[in-house]
């Protein structure tokens, strides 16, 4: 199965699809013994919850969306937030690198079509987020740049405006349906890929192609095989 087009450009969402983005752990480990191992699996996935809703208004800096929903995450489930807590995962996010054979995958990507980041990090984590990955990208657009984080629209409309391409010219790729695939779907991005890491459920409705293995993304493009070693 290949992608049946010629993209102007390839687009990925950045933490999560391509960087292993451990931030519910991390907020676990940050808060310690405040958190009863009991809650942590519902509190992992409020905490999810919390951030999508968070990125939904206006803008503001990511590490405000960082600590505003885990000071909600805490107060539903009557854990103590210390504004230490954040600051403390913010600061860890750039040392965060890629998925095994992302940077592979994207470099033979790059040889047939250039590639594009659009995250919801503020400018100075994507750089050094996307410096981590090893490949090339032509641009990288980060929500603090956008003025507004994904799912939201708006930050489909500033990509289009930046690229200088329309929907059909442009090929998306994430890990989550919720904050990438719907609004792309939405904003008539007709191919999009769903790199499937388990971590939310498959909606094949919208109309991707799902691959579980990042080495298979090459291919898609009609690209060969890289030999076996």
Known sequence: ?????????????????????????????????????????????AGSSYRIDECTGEYKPFHQIIA???????????????EADARAVYEEIPSWGPYPGVTEALNRLAEAVP????????????MRLSANLQAPFEVVITAEQMGVYKPRLRAFE???????????????????????LRPAAVMGIKNKVYVDRGFEQDEHWLGYERITDIAELPVLFGLPRPAAS
């Open 68 to 82: 505003d929903s885990m000071r909600r995450t805490c107060a539903r489930f009557g854990v103590e937030y210390r």
């Open 1 to 45: 199965m290949t992608i049946d087009t010629n993209p102007k450009f390839v687009s990925f969402d950045m933490n999560g699809t391509l960087i292993h983005f451990p931030i519910g752990e991390t907020i676990q480990r940050v808060l310690g013994d405040r958190l009863p191992p009991e809650l942590a699996d519902d509190f992992r996935r």
């Open 115 to 126: 590639l594009v980041i659009i995250t919801n990090s503020d400018t100075a984590h994507a």
């Open 158 to 180: 500033y990509m289009f405006d930046k690229l200088g391409a329309t929907p059909d010219e442009i090929v998306h790729v994430s890990a989550s349906p919720m904050y990438d």
